[in-house]
């Protein structure tokens, strides 16, 4: 009994005995039978016998050690495991868990019934922490891709929870799997209309947000109305997620969408005071209204918007910027107006708004070369300093724009070329980007500087970085000739650079993609400049040897051919190629090289007869024979037949001029300046990093109807019949009746100026002409002219001059150097007035109109975020002399002041005074 007894394990079971009175004596009676028999001897006569089994109940698991059964599969281990091993009830009957039954029913494993058994006990545990964790771990899960749609029932009867952490994730988890589950996503449709109800703003938007994303169509009554009472109510974020689920309410059930007639409701909000609701109708609008052309626009909407694209954040300002390249302005003085309320958005910090409003300012000056330049030299600055500080993918993106607005206006960013130098620590897309800018970026000026840092770049272990700079040198020694703007100067570069790439040649043995890659930017360069042969042929034999790469070899065959007349060893060099015909074919890329020893040795027999007619009668014998190349084969009897013909029409076809590599030192196929005005289309788009239309990556059923502009050409799209309309301003803006034409909130009403909308290809609610006498308001027109009847024309009255005192001359006229000029050489205004304003006008064109209908004309104006200037000015008519003005009117404070300065010598202050008074009733509209 010691020797068993020390035998045994000395550390304690972990798990503890039942008690004794129901301690089940048979389990640990039969394990120390089976220890005692293991350690102790075994009795005499019995030293081959081997050891009896215990009984079948002996053994929880149905067997001894090392035998099935759940216990079983290895030697003893503690008593404590044997008695209780972990995961089983040591208070259960020894029958139940032998047979398998509740034990094994209890203890399943897998992720999901741990889960279960969690959410089980979820309304009892009053721990936040423990609670949260359990609905994070369900999230988890669903974010890796496991199916716990089991979870779905246990899920909502989590939904009733105080905790908001707690609600957005029981939303979430029901928004993933409500399509797949419609029977049961029922079920959580009445906790989700109490959520959308609550007090809370935050609970009510994630209900509602839940309650549209259940995709479940027979579920739509549900929606309705917790979706309407959302369009009205006050917290923003409730209705711009309401916004939002219109959009899915509109592909998930089209025949609702129309009855609640939410189209007009939409337009109705662009009045919203929240930028992120009036942003949302924006983007719904657009998608909504896509095969129609997009969203309508008419003038009112256009100024209503960019007056507060200020307050909108980026989401918001470029989905206003890409409406805008639809709008035509009615004339110059809009197009600058318009111009002048995107300025302070090109310092915006985000890429993607400055990028729109490019996009805006190159379709508004599309049809003036001088204007676009302008906007260019304005553009410059803060797309430099966008890219350099931008990360890589938003640098990418930029400096592919970059590259096309320099296809688009050269010259305007060539004194920036040391910005596009390459940095070691630039990811390589961005490198390669960079050394093609500078090959376009490259002048007279600057292109030794720009060759020189390329050199540098040679040597890079990159070797597609190598041979793009390689390749952009010889770009830029095809664009600088004698005949460009560079002039003799540009001939200079050409020739050194041409100078520098021969260099590279006796590089084969060391790098042979440079050697490679320089024999065909050579080859390109003296098809631009022949005269420059001698330069290269002294290399070419040497070259020819040890240039490994196809299309090198090719285009030193094929610079030798063109050079036979100045050099010697030209024949030479080629028979060598010409005897070893047979090695060619195991050459890479055997094709090119045979197509180029063909036509090289064609060009050189008719320089050098002699030389040549033997091998090239054996060239045409190998090329006529070989199978290799069907091209090759018919070539060579081509060339073989016009012999026959006469040597005379051969050299005509054989040896006429090569065709010259453009300005920009791509072939034609490779000329990006093709597709330029397609790409401009589609500017601050894929299409411009991808380097091609949408049309060729985007298939038919995701493309966008939009409207073709002629872009370069001032053309916009077709205007349909003039309809009056006007937009509605937010509750914080003050109304503005103009003159002639309606307030944007319709107050007082103010007839309306008929204004044109930009048509969509087709729209579907064309705003119809204006009809004075039937009016019964379509869909743009009651929206946004709120049901006043608009008059069939409109025209600005005249101002009669109220002060007998002054009498203005008719078409003043006034350049601006001597306006700037007269204003500074008076120091003291001659007469100046502030005068409060019932109502803002509503832009500086109906300013500009009302003064000259009273002889006063405009020099400038500007309609600023928070004001609205004008220097206007008129003449005397008995003097000759000018009154000049500037008129300035505070958007907040609703006030107008004017400064009047004028030259006049004899009763100044009554003719200041009365022109003083015929600026402000013309501003005011009286």
């Known amino acids: 009994q010691k020797t068993t007894v020390s035998a045994l394990p000395t550390r304690r079971p972990t798990l503890s005995l039942p008690p004794p009175h129901r301690r089940r004596s048979t389990p640990l009676r039969g394990a120390m039978s089976y220890f005692n028999r293991k350690s102790s001897a075994p009795p005499p006569g019995q030293h081959n016998a081997p050891p009896m089994p215990p009984s079948q109940g002996q053994y929880p698991g149905g067997g001894p050690p090392g035998q099935g059964g759940p216990h079983g599969g290895g030697p003893p281990g503690p008593i404590g495991s044997v008695i209780a091993p972990h995961g089983t009830n040591p208070?259960?009957?020894?029958?139940?868990?032998?047979?398998?039954?509740?034990?094994?029913?209890?203890?399943?494993?897998?992720?999901?019934?741990?889960?279960?058994?969690l959410l089980k006990n979820f309304t009892i545990e009053k721990s936040q922490k423990r609670k949260r964790d359990v609905i994070k771990k369900v999230i988890m899960y669903m974010?890796?891709?496991?199916?716990?749609?089991?979870?779905?029932?246990?899920?909502?009867?989590?939904?009733?929870?105080?905790?908001?952490?707690?609600?957005?994730?029981?939303?979430?988890?029901?928004?993933?799997?409500?399509?797949?589950?419609?029977?049961?996503?029922?079920?959580?449709?009445?906790?989700?209309?109490?959520?959308?109800?609550?007090?809370?703003?935050?609970?009510?938007g994630l209900a509602l947000r839940t309650l549209l994303s259940l995709r479940v169509p027979q579920l739509v009554e549900y929606v309705a109305d917790p979706l309407k009472k959302s369009l009205t109510d006050g917290h923003g974020y409730v209705r711009k997620t309401g916004v939002i689920g219109l959009l899915k309410l509109y592909h998930l059930d089209r025949a609702a969408f129309d009855e609640g007639n939410y189209v007009d409701v939409l337009y109705d909000m662009l009045r919203d005071t929240d930028p992120q609701v009036v942003a949302n109708c924006v983007v719904v609008l657009e998608e909504i209204m896509a095969p129609e052309g997009g969203m309508a626009l008419n003038r009112p909407i256009v100024l209503h918007l960019l007056n507060r694209l200020h307050e909108f954040p980026e989401f918001g300002m470029t989905a206003i910027l890409g409406l805008l390249?639809?709008?035509?302005?009615?004339?110059?003085?809009?197009?600058?107006?318009?111009?002048?309320?995107?300025?302070?958005?090109?310092?915006?910090?985000?890429?993607?708004?400055?990028?729109?409003?490019?996009?805006?300012?190159?379709?508004?000056?599309?049809?003036?070369?001088?204007?676009?330049?302008?906007?260019?030299?304005?553009?410059?600055?803060?797309?430099?300093?966008?890219?350099?500080?931008?990360?890589?993918?938003?640098?990418?993106?930029?400096?592919?724009?970059?590259?096309?607005?320099v296809r688009l206006c050269p010259g305007v960013f060539d004194l920036e070329y040391r910005q596009m130098y390459v940095r070691y620590n630039e990811p390589t897309h961005i490198k390669y980007l960079k050394v093609n800018l500078l090959a376009l970026l490259a002048g007279a000026d600057t292109a030794q500087d720009i060759c020189s840092e390329l050199s540098e770049y040679v040597s890079d272990v990159d070797v597609r970085l190598s041979r793009l700079a390689v390749r952009a040198m010889g770009r830029i020694a095809c664009r600088l000739h004698p005949g460009s703007s560079a002039g003799a100067e540009g001939a200079a570069i050409a020739e050194g650079i041409v100078c520098r790439l021969v260099e590279f040649l006796e590089l084969a043995a060391l790098v042979p993609h440079v050697a490679a890659e320089g024999a065909c930017?050579?080859?390109?360069?003296?098809?631009?400049?022949?005269?420059?042969?001698?330069?290269?042929?002294?290399?070419?034999?040497?070259?020819?040897?040890?240039?490994?790469?196809?299309?090198?070899?090719?285009?030193?065959?094929?610079?030798?051919?063109?050079?036979?007349?100045?050099?010697?060893?030209?024949?030479?060099?080629?028979?060598?190629?010409?005897?070893?015909?047979?090695?060619?074919?195991?050459?890479?890329?055997?094709?090119?090289?045979?197509?180029?020893?063909?036509?090289?040795?064609?060009?050189?027999?008719?320089?050098?007869?002699?030389?040549?007619?033997?091998?090239?009668?054996?060239?045409?014998?190998?090329?006529?024979?070989?199978?290799?190349?069907?091209?090759?084969?018919?070539?060579?009897?081509?060339?073989?037949?016009?012999?026959?013909?006469?040597?005379?029409?051969?050299?005509?076809?054989?040896?006429?001029?090569?065709?010259?590599?453009?300005?920009?030192?791509?072939?034609?196929?490779?000329?990006?300046?093709?597709?330029?005005?397609d790409l401009m289309k589609e500017f601050n788009t894929l299409a411009v990093v991808y380097g091609r239309p949408s049309d060729s990556f985007v298939t038919e059923k995701y493309r966008s109807k939009a409207v073709d502009v002629e872009w370069g050409e001032g053309e916009g799209m077709a205007r349909p019949p003039e309809a009056p309309a006007a937009v509605p301003t937010t509750a914080g803006e003050t109304p503005t009746p103009p003159t002639g034409e309606m307030d944007l909130m319709s107050i007082g009403g103010q007839p309306a100026e008929p204004q044109t909308f930009v048509a969509p290809v087709a729209p579907a609610p064309a705003p119809a002409p204006a009809a004075p006498s039937d009016f019964t308001g379509d869909l743009l027109g009651d929206l946004l002219d709120f049901g006043a009847p608009p008059p069939a024309s409109?025209?600005?009255?005249?101002?009669?001059?109220?002060?007998?005192?002054?009498?203005?001359?008719?078409g003043p006229s006034i350049t601006g150097s001597e306006y700037q000029a007269l204003w500074s050489s008076e120091p003291s205004p001659a007469a100046e007035g502030k005068i409060p304003l019932a109502a803002l006008p509503p832009d500086t064109l109906h300013i500009e109109r009302a003064l000259l209908a009273c002889d006063v004309a405009t020099m400038a104006s500007g309609d600023l975020p928070n004001e609205i200037k004008v220097f206007c000015y008129g003449k005397d008519a008995d003097t000759g002399k000018f009154l000049l003005a500037q008129v300035v009117v505070d958007k907040n404070l609703m006030e107008m002041s004017v400064v009047i300065k004028s030259d006049i010598v004899e009763g100044k202050a009554?003719?200041?005074?009365?022109?003083?008074?015929?600026?402000?009733?013309a501003v005011m509209g009286q």
């Not at 868990?97 to 058994?117: H, I």
């Not at 996009?359 to 300093?385: I, S, W």
């Open 91 to 117: 208070n259960a009957s020894p029958t139940t868990d032998s047979a398998g039954g509740s034990y094994f029913a209890e203890s399943r494993k897998g992720e999901v019934n741990e889960l279960r058994q």
């Open 143 to 204: 974010t890796l891709g496991i199916d716990v749609s089991r979870l779905f029932t246990e899920m909502m009867l989590a939904i009733e929870t105080r905790d908001l952490v707690i609600k957005k994730m029981v939303y979430l988890f029901i928004g993933g799997y409500a399509s797949g589950n419609p029977d049961l996503a029922q079920m959580c449709i009445n906790s989700l209309q109490k959520d959308a109800s609550s007090e809370d703003p935050t609970v009510r």
């Open 325 to 405: 390249p639809r709008y035509k302005p009615e004339d110059e003085g809009e197009t600058f107006q318009i111009m002048n309320l995107l300025d302070p958005i090109l310092r915006s910090s985000s890429p993607a708004a400055m990028l729109g409003t490019v996009r805006v300012f190159l379709h508004l000056t599309g049809g003036n070369k001088d204007m676009q330049m302008r906007v260019m030299e304005r553009v410059r600055a803060p797309l430099l300093t966008h890219v350099a500080s931008a990360p890589p993918e938003c640098a990418h993106a930029l400096l592919s724009h970059m590259e096309l607005l």
């Open 521 to 677: 930017r050579l080859a390109d360069v003296l098809r631009r400049h022949p005269s420059l042969r001698g330069h290269v042929a002294p290399a070419l034999p040497k070259a020819l040897r040890h240039v490994s790469d196809p299309h090198g070899k090719a285009a030193v065959i094929w610079m030798l051919g063109e050079s036979g007349d100045i050099l010697v060893e030209a024949p030479y060099a080629l028979e060598k190629l010409i005897d070893g015909y047979p090695s060619i074919g195991r050459m890479r890329g055997q094709s090119v090289i045979k197509a180029a020893l063909l036509t090289a040795t064609m060009k050189l027999f008719f320089k050098r007869p002699p030389e040549v007619r033997e091998m090239l009668g054996r060239l045409l014998t190998h090329a006529v024979e070989d199978v290799s190349s069907q091209d090759l084969h018919d070539r060579a009897l081509t060339y073989y037949r016009l012999l026959r013909a006469g040597p005379e029409h051969a050299e005509v076809v054989i040896s006429g001029r090569s065709a010259e590599v453009s300005g920009d030192g791509g072939f034609l196929e490779e000329d990006l300046k093709r597709g330029t005005r």
């Open 794 to 810: 409109v025209s600005v009255a005249p101002v009669a001059p109220v002060a007998p005192a002054l009498r203005l001359a008719n």
């Open 910 to 921: 009554e003719k200041a005074g009365a022109f003083l008074e015929i600026v402000q009733r």
